[in-house]
């Protein structure tokens, strides 16, 4: 299984918090993880502060050579749809193939205000959205052509977030992967079974869409700086054997793709992702 990870705690209070991120990245990189994760909050709340995703893994692109960058996931509904197919065009290009463009609806009614994007629709638009995106990326778009092609053949790997039945379609026909958040064997093969169902309607075999997914993990022997949204892996008194045996059991019912989000102090991440690393990835750091 593929293991990312987040280069920044999870829900940091300031911007301060932020100010390590490419030291974290170069620090996971390291460490042998596959990728680092971007999530989208446009304003300041009860999640604490969020920098932009496609900047922030810009920068990240910038300061690595191999991880990959993942947004997990982009509030597509909030933007224009040929802006963001040019910025992941760029980034897929510069990183040399590395992206891979996470979406979702989105759930804040008052991101949608700030941004002047209506909130009812949004799961039909963002249909059309990625449409759009495909057809600019593949150079089918009517009377138009990016300013910068995708280096990946067709464009980027696209992610769809979500468990609502839509949200199954709109990744059986627009997805190279599905992203679900916190999953546990017995959601996972939920999903897999109504994927089957939804995937005779839309004439594609479900067993070609990645399944991946986001979670908490509080290592052993960490304290949470934050209230916990829901169970970590493993269990709220983890240890590596627990951790790694649920990884199994999701990876047996089809999980390939494993993103973790660290909900420690700031201080305590570059120890966090060691412990990870050591014991879940079984490779030591390079020299």
């Not at 224009?80 to 009614?109: C, E, I, K, M, Y």
């Not at 939920?190 to 089957?196: Q, Y």
Request: hydrophobic content about 45%; aromatic content about 6%; glycine content about 12%.
């Amino acid at each position: 299984m593929r293991i990312g990870v987040g280069p920044h705690r999870l829900w940091p209070g300031r911007e301060s918090e932020l100010d390590g991120v490419l030291e974290t990245a170069r620090t996971a990189e390291r460490l042998g993880f596959d990728h680092l994760i971007a999530g989208s909050h446009l304003l300041a709340g009860d999640l604490g502060v969020t920098p932009d995703p496609l900047v922030l893994l810009s920068a990240i692109a910038g300061a690595t050579e191999r991880i990959r960058v993942v947004t997990s996931v982009l509030i597509l509904p909030l933007y224009n749809p040929v802006v963001v197919a040019h910025q992941a065009a760029t980034l897929d290009r510069l990183s040399r193939g590395r992206f891979t463009l996470g979406v979702g609806t989105g759930w804040d009614t008052a991101e949608f205000a700030a941004a002047g994007a209506p909130f009812g629709g949004r799961g039909k638009r963002l249909d059309e959205q990625l449409a759009t995106i495909r057809e600019l990326w593949e150079d089918r778009a009517e009377g138009m052509r990016l300013g910068v092609r995708p280096r990946t053949a067709g464009g980027p790997d696209v992610w769809i977030g979500g468990q609502s039945d839509a949200a199954l379609r709109r990744a059986l026909r627009y997805g190279d992967g599905w992203h679900g958040s916190a999953v546990d064997t017995d959601t996972l093969t939920a999903v897999r079974e109504r994927l089957a169902a939804l995937g005779k309607e839309a004439g594609r075999d479900p067993d070609t869409l990645t399944l991946t997914a986001g979670t908490l993990l509080l290592p052993p022997g960490f304290r949470p700086a934050v209230d916990l949204p829901w169970r970590p892996l493993g269990g709220e008194r983890a240890t590596a054997d627990s951790i790694r045996h649920e990884l199994a059991q999701l990876e047996a019912a089809g999980l390939s793709s494993c993103s973790l989000w660290f909900p420690v102090a700031t201080e305590a991440l570059p120890d966090a992702l060691e412990w990870t690393a050591q014991e879940l990835l079984l490779t030591a750091p390079a020299d």
